[in-house]
């Protein structure tokens, strides 16, 4: 990484205080509007592809990145034992986490199984009377209301007692889940995880697996375990792949890295999505107002959070129903109703918020920011934790005090690229500053104690003060191609968008447009900053900075004036609300030209 900040564009800082660097090669195309070579393949190799894989990614199938799941410990007898439950008609039940990866998890495989000719129940816990992660009591409960196989998806890796309770209760259990293991795994009888420490290194390597795409894994090899037996001599195999919509979802909401099999999954599921052939995932898209085919982001801002509402603050079945349902009118009727929570968890959030960033100033020394209230709705707390990250670069925790009838705090964190906070969070558990936690490393969740918040506090700074100061230390900005406002055109950002889906681990490009001076800035909503801006070339282009009010950024842009000339950077998207689609510019930082 470049530290000369002169070395993109003639620039000495940003008005974010970034170093601003090129991601790749040097992309600089002037007064020009297309690059003497391939800019898809720039993309690609930007982003770790080698350049004899480039024909692979740029269109990626899961036919060119599917592992055989057998190379996953525990698949082979998971497999067996999900489809001996199918060939004996056992009672199965299907425990999935609160949130959208575990909603999609579970909502696959019920589906699966109903195809198999198989109805199995369902159980996701409340977030609030249960908790995360399963919960002894409720998979004794199960276990006597008759079934004699749960499995977990998106969450068990951890849950030694609570396994052991089951054990006692002699039902088995299959656990599906993605977040980090300890060494010591918890009694069950397949537990089917990429992150477990003793697995191979061609498993490993898909460790960014979201919990669904586990499950995806599962549903692959239960099927070939059943095919190697027979039984679909008389019956027709389930159609695999339209269940990649599900898949496409749980991996976007939960934020798993998009490179490899993850980027497959999220191609090819956007595909299955926009034959709206699943009634449950129309409704969603109806709800989410769409009168289009869903892209990447919309997955991750307009149909995740919706589902994501019930277990945040509404009733936590509500996504797995929605998902899983075949009547038209109880998937309208539920899409309704995840919509109206999700404007009620915007509210709750809000006021959250407010109160968390109150205490922000009391520790600005803090490595990792600790922020803790009592009444805060346990709902919201990992939204706002990654707000408050986003806008300190700061890993932050928030904890909901008093969460449960013990009194003991409920927290969520999110951390930043360089951080494990994961790791660090099973290692405060074990060091018995927790009685609860895990993740991974971009998210955590935990269970702490009264008055365990300050040691936990203290604890981290001294874990992590080095490793979150290298980190922010090399923050910068990653650039993929600089061009001047005429060149900022909806041909270029359809070109830029063919070497997607985007996402974490997979980043947008992003592009640097100016020089321009400002023709017009004023604010928005609450706190986003739009933006008329003209460059040296007469072109002129609309854009936007969303959240930007209250930093030195957004300041800066509405002081700007025309005397001073700028460069914006940022994402490129099609404004398609004006009689002819335009390119505009998500902007997320600036810097003065002169």
Known sequence: MSTAPQSILGLDRSLSGRTWRWRGGNMDLGNGSSLDHDVVTQLLLSRGVAPDDVERHRNPTLRS???????????????????????TNETVTVYGDYDVDGATSAALLIRLLRDLGHQ?????????????????????????????????????????????????????????DHHKCSAELPRATALVNPNRLDESDLAAAHGHLAAVGVAFLLGIATV???????FFETRREPDLFALLDLVALGTVADVAALHGLNRAFVAQGLKVMARREGVGMSALIDASRLNRAPSCSDLGFALGPRINAGGRVGEATLGVRLLT????????????????????????????????????????????????????????????????????????????LD???????????????????????????????????????????????????DRLGDWLDE?????????????????????APGGLVPSLVETLESAGPYGMGWPGPRLAVGPVRMVKADLVGTDHVRLIVRGDDGASFKAIAFRAASTEMG????????????????????????????????????????
């Open 65 to 87: 990145f599917l592992p055989d799941p057998s190379e996953f410990r525990d698949m082979d007898a998971a497999a067996e034992r999900l489809a001996q439950a199918v060939l």
């Open 403 to 453: 969460a449960d009838e013990q009194g003991n705090g409920k927290g969520s964190g999110r951390s930043i690229a360089g951080v494990d906070l994961g790791a660090a969070i099973i290692a405060a558990r074990e060091a018995g500053l927790l009685l609860a936690g895990g993740g991974h490393a971009m998210a955590a969740g935990l269970t702490v104690a009264p008055g365990g918040i």
């Open 325 to 400: 349902t075949e009547d038209p009118d109880e998937a309208r009727a539920i899409a309704a109703q995840l919509s109206q929570l999700n404007e009620e968890r915007r509210a709750i959030e809000a006021a959250v918020q407010e109160m968390a960033e109150a205490q922000i100033d009391a520790q600005h020394n803090r490595a990792v920011l600790t922020l803790a209230g009592p009444g805060w709705h346990p709902g919201v707390i990992g939204i706002v934790a990654g707000r408050i990250k986003e806008k300190t670069g700061k890993p932050t925790l928030v904890v909901a």
């Open 224 to 230: 070939r375990v059943l095919r190697q037996r027979g």
């Open 463 to 483: 874990k992590l003060s080095r490793t979150v100061g290298e980190a922010m230390t090399g923050q910068s900005l990653a650039l993929d191609l600089a061009l």
């Open 555 to 594: 300041q800066a842009l509405l002081r700007a004036t025309h005397h001073r000339r700028l460069w914006l950077a940022g994402r490129a998207k099609i404004d398609d609300w004006a009689s002819r689609p335009q390119a505009e510019l998500h902007v997320e930082d600036a810097a003065f030209a002169d």
């Open 120 to 176: 199995a129940r369902y159980y996701i816990p409340d977030r609030l009377l249960e908790g995360y992660g399963p919960s002894g009591e409720a998979l004794v409960r199960i276990a006597g209301e008759g079934s004699s196989l749960i499995v977990t998806v998106d969450c068990g890796a951890m849950a030694h007692q609570a396994l052991e309770m089951a054990h006692a209760a002699g039902v088995d259990v299959v656990v599906v």
